[in-house]
């Protein structure tokens, strides 16, 4: 008899995935969202494939549900700190356009986070608060990064260093690609989702600035 995942289309391999741990576990969507901070109807989207969940959200998630990242996501790992640009391990969250190259090493009592993002032309991220830290620094292009009431016109060079638990959020303007490294380091247990994805549940907050 084939699982719950295996039924699923790949396009909602996550959501799949995740429901099924839930139900591994008995929790309820109501359960899922107490402990994850995401909002029931946002955890709802995603399991019927109907949302997109950023990187940190995913987190979220996961560890809500005691799994890794890598149980929802798939990347290569590398065997140690370095990484060569041509061979980096890349990925993507589900069926998001934006593709991530992985920099940041997986060693034990790590506390940051990196990546190399590109970034197609359009894109807008969700307003999100956290606690911790964010670096910002454009490879190409341009953005336009949000913190607080101030919008940053950020070009190739430019680089901005902020607090999580400032309201933020970026987005690609231009009709051209981007290229972002970001290093942020982030606690996932007092954040939340402000994604226009639900506007019913506005005041509900989501982690990393990634939306479609």
Same mark, same amino acid.
């Given at each position: 008899?084939?699982?719950?995942?295996?039924?699923?289309k790949?396009?909602?391999l996550?959501?799949?995935?995740?429901?099924?741990?839930?139900?591994?576990?008995?929790?309820?969507?109501?359960? /899922?969202?107490?402990v994850s901070?995401?909002? *029931?109807?946002?955890l709802?989207?995603v399991?019927?494939?109907?949302?997109?969940?950023? &990187?940190?959200?995913?987190?979220?998630?996961?560890?809500?549900l005691?799994?890794d990242?890598?149980?929802?996501?798939?990347?290569?790992?590398?065997?140690?700190?370095?990484?060569?640009?041509?061979?980096?391990p890349?990925?993507?969250?589900?069926?998001?356009?934006?593709?991530? #190259?992985?920099? @940041?090493?997986?060693?034990?009592?790590? #506390? &940051?986070?990196?990546?190399?993002?590109? *970034?197609?032309?359009?894109?807008?991220?969700?307003? *999100?608060?956290?606690? @911790?830290?964010e670096?910002?620094?454009? /490879?190409?292009?341009?953005i336009?990064?949000? *913190?607080?009431?101030? #919008?940053y /016109?950020?070009? #190739? @060079?430019?680089? &901005?260093?902020?607090?999580?638990?400032?309201?933020?959020? $970026?987005?690609?303007?231009?009709?051209?690609?981007?290229?972002?490294l $970001?290093?942020g380091?982030?606690?996932?247990?007092?954040? @939340?989702?402000?994604?226009?994805?639900?506007?019913?549940?506005?005041?509900?907050?989501?982690m &990393?600035?990634?939306?479609?």
């Amino acid at each position: 008899m084939q699982s719950d995942v295996a039924k699923e289309k790949p396009s909602n391999l996550l959501g799949a995935r995740m429901r099924t741990q839930r139900h591994r576990m008995a929790m309820t969507l109501q359960q /899922l969202s107490a402990v994850s901070g995401v909002s *029931v109807g946002y955890l709802s989207q995603v399991e019927r494939g109907n949302a997109m969940p950023s &990187l940190g959200t995913l987190n979220q998630i996961a560890t809500a549900l005691a799994v890794d990242l890598d149980h929802f996501v798939h990347s290569p790992r590398a065997a140690d700190s370095l990484t060569r640009g041509a061979s980096r391990p890349r990925f993507s969250v589900a069926d998001s356009p934006v593709q991530y #190259e992985q920099i @940041g090493a997986a060693f034990s009592g790590h #506390e &940051l986070t990196s990546y190399v993002m590109n *970034v197609p032309p359009g894109y807008e991220s969700e307003v *999100v608060n956290h606690i @911790g830290e964010e670096i910002i620094y454009i /490879l190409e292009g341009a953005i336009s990064q949000m *913190v607080g009431e101030r #919008e940053y /016109l950020m070009r #190739e @060079g430019d680089s &901005l260093h902020y607090l999580g638990d400032t309201p933020h959020c $970026w987005s690609n303007k231009t009709d051209q690609p981007a290229r972002i490294l $970001w290093v942020g380091r982030m606690e996932y247990d007092k954040s @939340g989702h402000l994604g226009r994805s639900v506007p019913e549940q506005g005041n509900v907050r989501e982690m &990393l600035p990634l939306r479609k």
